[in-house]
């Protein structure tokens, strides 16, 4: 049988463990030079995935575009899976159906970037709700409907 005295060495080895461990937790949890992975872009390399959509995704440019402009993350890319199933009918790199793909951009990253800023900053779309930006986009109500329901996919 164990006495007191025979268990204060274990009890004292397992309380200094214990100690370390959550220091050595809670340093870990501090360290701010670890990667913090921004919930949207897995969100949306998911959406992407399950749609099949052609690499490259170009998900970190829709995520700069639409914090430098002020857009809902989800828009651009639910408007390009709707026009060119997100780049895999595309036409000059303009997975939008920009100007009624009667033009395009040198790249898609610029398409990207061109498109986030009339969205938020031209006459025709400023100050407009997601609502009214689709629909001045393209004025169907069926359209407005698929483009938000596929943004809610995104998000959940």
């Known amino acids: ?15 200094r ?16 030079t670890l990667p913090v992975t921004d919930p949207r872009t897995v969100r949306l390399e998911a959406f992407f995935k ?3 959509c052609p690499a490259p ?12 402009h002020a857009l809902d993350y989800r828009l651009l890319p639910a408007i390009s899976l709707v026009e060119s199933t997100c780049g895999t009918f595309e036409k000059w790199n303009n997975r939008w159906g920009w100007d009624s793909v009667q033009s395009g951009f040198p790249s898609v990253p610029a398409g990207i970037d061109f498109i986030s ?35 809610r996919q995104i998000e959940d």
């Not at 995704?57 to 430098?68: C, F, G, K, Q, T």
């Open 1 to 15: 049988m164990h006495n007191v005295h025979s268990l204060l060495p274990r009890c004292s080895r397992l309380a």
């Open 17 to 32: 463990s214990t100690v370390l461990g959550v220091a050595a937790c809670a340093a870990v949890a501090s360290d701010n």
């Open 50 to 52: 399950a749609y099949d």
């Open 57 to 68: 995704l170009h998900v970190e440019e829709y995520l700069r575009a639409a914090d430098s």
């Open 117 to 151: 800023e009339q969205l938020a900053e031209s006459p025709h779309y400023k100050g407009k709700t997601i609502e009214q930006k689709l629909f001045t986009y393209n004025p169907y109500k069926e359209y407005v409907r698929q483009v938000k329901w596929l943004m």
